[in-house]
C-alpha cells in the first residue's frame, strides 16, 4: 500500500486505535478525514489534532452514511483510502431470553451493517481513484472470546466478507486489506485485563500494522493475532476452553446486560 499522499477517511476516529491509525497518517503526510458518533468528541479531537478533518456520522444509521457519502464526494473528491473501523461490543448472556430483543442485533448493526453500507456507499469513489479498503476485523473471528458472542461473531462476518469483496474487486485496481487486531490496551478494555488475555498498546499495533501495510500484506494479524490464528487450526478445541477460562467472569449474571456497551478495541 501506498503510505504517503492519500486521502483517507477512517469511521470511528475520535479515540482508541482509530484516532492512532489516524494521526500516523498524518505523520506520513495525508490528509485525514475521522467520523465519529459524538460531536463533542470530535471537536476535542479538532482542538489537540488540528490537522484532522473531522464530520459526525453514526455507521449504524444508513442515511448518515449516505449523507457522508455525499459531504466527501462533494469536499474531498480525491478520497482513495477508506478504514472501515467503528466498532461496538456488548457482553451477553445467551443462556435466557433477553427483555430487549432489538438490542441483541445492535453490534451486527453497526459492526457489520456499518462496514458493509460504508463500503457500498463509496466503492465508486475507491474505483474511480484506484484507491485502498481497510476493513478493520479481529483476531477473534478466528477464535471467539465468549463473553462478547455477538461481537465475534460479527468480526468473523467481516473477515469472510472482506475476503469475498477482494475477489470481486480483483480487476478494479482497489486494494482491499483487512487489519486483524489482538487485544489492544485502550481505555474500553480495562476490564479485560489481568484475565490471561494478552494485550498490546496502539503504539505496538501502529508500528506493526504499518510494517504490513508498507510490505503489501492483504491480511495483517498484528501481535497475538497470528498465534491465534494457527492455534484455531492446530488445537480448536484447546485454544476455545482458554479464551472461554479467561473470560467466563464476565459474562453478565442475566440474559440483558448488566454492563453499558462499550467501544472494541478494534
Known amino acids: ?7 483517507v477517511l477512517i469511521t470511528g476516529g475520535s479515540a482508541g486505535i482509530g484516532l492512532a491509525f489516524a494521526l500516523k497518517f498524518v505523520e506520513l503526510g495525508n490528509q485525514v478525514i475521522v467520523t465519529g458518533r459524538r460531536q463533542a468528541a470530535l471537536d476535542q479531537v479538532k482542538r489537540q489534532h488540528p490537522k484532522l478533518h473531522t464530520i459526525q456520522s453514526d455507521v449504524s444509521d444508513p442515511t448518515q452514511i ?3 457519502a455525499a459531504r466527501v464526494k462533494a469536499d474531498f473528491p480525491e478520497l482513495d483510502v477508506l478504514m472501515n473501523n467503528a466498532g461496538i461490543s456488548r457482553y451477553k448472556n445467551l443462556k435466557g431470553t433477553a427483555a430487549d430483543l432489538a438490542g441483541l442485533t445492535v453490534e451486527l448493526e453497526v ?3 456499518g462496514v458493509i453500507r460504508m463500503t457500498s456507499a463509496f466503492i465508486d469513489m475507491l474505483k474511480a481513484n484506484r484507491g485502498t479498503l481497510i476493513n478493520v476485523s479481529s483476531a477473534l473471528a478466528f477464535v471467539p472470546l465468549p463473553c462478547l458472542p455477538i461481537y465475534c461473531a460479527t468480526k468473523a462476518a467481516i473477515h469472510s ?11 478494479t485496481g482497489v486494494e482491499v486489506i483487512e487489519l486483524m487486531p489482538p487485544a489492544v490496551k485502550t481505555e474500553m478494555t480495562a476490564d479485560l485485563r489481568g484475565d490471561g488475555i494478552t494485550m498490546i498498546t496502539t503504539e505496538q499495533l501502529v508500528k506493526q500494522s504499518f510494517e504490513g501495510l508498507k510490505a503489501g500484506v492483504l491480511e495483517i494479524r498484528p501481535g497475538q493475532s497470528e498465534q491465534l490464528a494457527f492455534m ?20 453478565p449474571m442475566g440474559a440483558d446486560d448488566s454492563k453499558p456497551p462499550r467501544l472494541s478495541y478494534t
Open 111 to 113: 459492526n457489520a451493517g
Open 232 to 251: 484455531r487450526r492446530l488445537a480448536p478445541n484447546f485454544i476455545n476452553g482458554q479464551l472461554w477460562k479467561a473470560s467466563r467472569k464476565l459474562v
Open 66 to 68: 449516505a449523507a457522508l
Open 161 to 171: 466478507y472482506t475476503q469475498s469483496l477482494r475477489f470481486q474487486l480483483e480487476e
Open 1 to 7: 500500500m501506498k503510505l504517503t499522499g492519500r486521502t
